[in-house]
């Protein structure tokens, strides 16, 4: 099908704007988390150069998705997955080790992370599986897509990457409750999961048992496993109203503050742009969050609805603990915050997902030539 000039007029340029914005802070912070003082000196390491080179890769997978009708993602939904599943096992067998973890497969300069394509695969199979009617999951509906999305999330889980098996499981449990569970299944994983869920603390690592039990006493291993969370609160803290200002950051500029070009990048802005700045930040977020709420429900169809709402949780999720951790108040499981911490992969899917939106809203109307 020829592209359609009138699909232009369609396009969501609130959401594009909004993803640009962020884009920009997180490059200008990333500017910011690359320094480190040495006496009078400030010395810049690469990575907010290298987050351009992935920008523009992601710019041209955000338009590569818009050029064609978004019903032809169903299609390749199942080889996706089955294609990425495999990856995860290759991960698994010959995958590059960093910091104790196998995540990476090394092709040529570059390392490559399949579980991130994990999540567009995902998305787009729940979507395609869930979409197919309208009345609510009972048990045997639940099973299915419960069946095909918890052995991709696993792989990951052994990598051992929690942070991102859990915001697959998230992604998938977020579109489940969107399709709705029948009143029977509802009530069974209500009195269920508070039970059940405890039992997962039986199957954790040392490590993460501890980042688990630092949240709640950060001081019980200040420099091992709470030193993360004390730092990252101090140096939001010495930001106060109004930040130190840019480049000014203590915590980030001496080094005191663990991964903060990924992990713990907004805890580097909230103490150069302080309360006020966090704020502002937060804002963008709800903004840009807002607009994958009123693709879904403007879309013309099922599919592209569940998309939205996939893309919305997804989004939702990653923001939701990323502030939470570097705020103290959850878990330190290694989930970025997008388009503001640095990732290659990371960055590149994020761009991807929303160009799927944007393709779901500039065809929410039905052209006919005249």
Known sequence: MPFDRRFILSVN????????????????????????????????????????????????????MVVFDYKYLAAIAWPMVISTSVLLVLVLVMGKTVGGAKRWLPIG???????????????????????????????????????????????????????????????????????GLAGPVFKTLAIAGPILIPCGWFFLKPYQKGRILTLFDP???????????????????SGQMWGKGFLE????????????????AVAVFAEEWGFMGGIALLTLFCLFLLQFYVTAKNAKDRFGS??????????????????GMVLGIMPVVGIPLPFISYGGSATIVNFTLVGIVVNVSMRRYLFKKG
């Open 306 to 323: 569940y998309l939205a709402a996939g893309v919305f949780f997804y989004f939702f999720w990653q923001i939701l603990i990323n502030m």
């Open 219 to 237: 001081q019980r291993d200040p420099l091992g496993a709470g030193y993360h969370i004390i730092q990252s609160q101090i140096a939001i803290g």
């Open 109 to 179: 300069g570059f390392a490559f992370q399949p579980s991130e394509v994990a999540k567009i695969a995902l998305l787009l199979l729940a979507a395609k599986i869930l979409s197919k009617r309208s009345e609510r999951l009972g048990w045997l509906d639940l099973a299915g897509i419960l069946a095909v999305s918890l052995p991709v999330a696993l792989l990951i889980i052994v990598e051992p990457d929690l942070g991102t098996g859990l915001n697959v499981l998230l992604l998938v449990a977020g579109l489940i409750l969107y399709r």
């Open 13 to 64: 340029w609130s959401l594009v704007a909004l993803t640009a914005m962020l884009f920009g802070v997180g490059v200008l912070n990333l500017y910011s988390a690359s320094g480190f003082r040495m006496g009078d000196e400030l010395s810049m390491q690469p990575f907010y150069n290298r987050q351009l080179i992935w920008g523009l890769a992601g710019l041209g997978c955000l338009l590569a």
């Open 249 to 264: 950051g203590t915590q980030s500029q001496l080094r005191y503050l663990p991964e903060k070009h990924t992990d713990f």
